[in-house]
């Protein structure tokens, strides 16, 4: 489960995963970021872009082989609605950075999950911070794997 939900997207994150999988709009995407060092999580809640959240004490990871993962409707499937425990899930595929690191390494420290609204154009400051997980690895050349799963819960 998320670690912070961000301030903007609270009662919005089941939406925004919606859109994803409605195709609507047809470029859209939820995007995996890491990040190598990370603001406190009180300070990280307050940001309303991924811009924001990289012009202060956060830095993207840098290792060999990392690119942002994009996660588009042939991804995602759509927020489980649970009648029985009055909730929605959602969820995201196991992800995997291939030969994470070797030459360049580093040690993780947040995973982030950004509404992109156009993954053809735009900047980090059209992306939408999300959640945010707590997320402490060591890259070394090996693969990398974010395992599958219920990644937020709406009540």
């Known amino acids: 489960m998320a670690d912070i939900i961000f301030n903007i997207a609270k009662g919005r994150l089941a939406a925004y995963v919606d859109r994803v999988v409605a195709n ?8 995996v970021v890491i990040l190598k060092t990370a603001a406190a999580d009180a300070v990280l809640q307050d940001l309303d872009t991924l811009a924001a959240i990289l012009a202060g004490a956060s830095v993207e990871a840098d290792f060999t082989n990392y690119a942002r993962k994009q ?10 609605v ?23 390494n580093n040690t993780t420290a947040k995973l982030l999950l950004c509404y992109d609204p156009d993954t053809t154009g735009g900047t980090d400051a059209d992306l939408v911070p999300l959640a ?24």
């Open 132 to 155: 945010a997980y707590d997320y402490v690895e060591t890259t070394s050349g090996s693969d990398l794997v974010i395992n599958a799963g219920v990644v937020a819960r709406a009540s």
């Open 24 to 31: 609507d709009p047809a470029n859209s995407a939820i995007t």
């Open 82 to 104: 649970d009648d029985g425990n009055d909730r929605v899930d959602i969820s995201i595929p196991q992800i995997t950075f291939a030969a994470a690191g070797g030459a360049v």
């Open 71 to 80: 996660l588009t409707d042939a991804d995602l499937a759509a927020p489980a």
